[in-house]
């Protein structure tokens, strides 16, 4: 992996273009384009109209890869399936969390 000297003008540090990103991520630029369309990717889009992926996007590439080779869902059922998944992991979390604590009014004691 090379690095620049410089910063390039409108790039933030951290971003992947879409090569980057697709190299980075073990899949063709066609896949991540596709993912894009399909809402599951959210990259941003610079004055030129090229896509920037930021770093934290990998892991949602990472785990549409494993759920398309674990279960063999197809692309287009993917955003769905990862929003329930999403939806499930908020629910466990907050049955994990301690109940909120009464405040304010008198004590029993």
């Given at each position: 992996?090379?690095?620049?000297?410089?910063?390039?003008?409108?790039?933030?540090?951290?971003?992947?273009?879409?090569?980057t990103?697709?190299r980075?991520?073990?899949?063709?630029?066609?896949?991540?384009?596709?993912?894009?369309?399909?809402?599951?990717?959210?990259?941003?889009?610079?004055?030129?109209?090229?896509?920037?992926?930021?770093?934290?996007?990998?892991?949602?590439?990472?785990?549409?890869?494993?759920?398309?080779?674990?279960?063999?869902?197809?692309?287009?059922a993917?955003?769905?399936?990862?929003?329930?998944?999403?939806?499930?992991?908020?629910?466990?979390?907050?049955?994990?969390?301690?109940?909120?604590?009464?405040?304010?009014?008198?004590?029993?004691?």
């Amino acid at each position: 992996m090379t690095y620049p000297l410089v910063r390039t003008p409108g790039r933030a540090i951290g971003r992947l273009s879409l090569t980057t990103f697709s190299r980075t991520g073990g899949v063709h630029p066609d896949l991540v384009r596709r993912l894009v369309v399909l809402g599951i990717l959210d990259p941003e889009r610079d004055a030129a109209g090229d896509l920037w992926f930021e770093r934290d996007q990998l892991l949602t590439l990472a785990r549409v890869r494993r759920l398309r080779a674990g279960l063999g869902i197809n692309y287009t059922a993917l955003g769905l399936v990862i929003d329930l998944l999403d939806r499930i992991a908020a629910l466990e979390r907050d049955l994990r969390a301690p109940p909120p604590r009464p405040t304010g009014g008198s004590s029993w004691t």
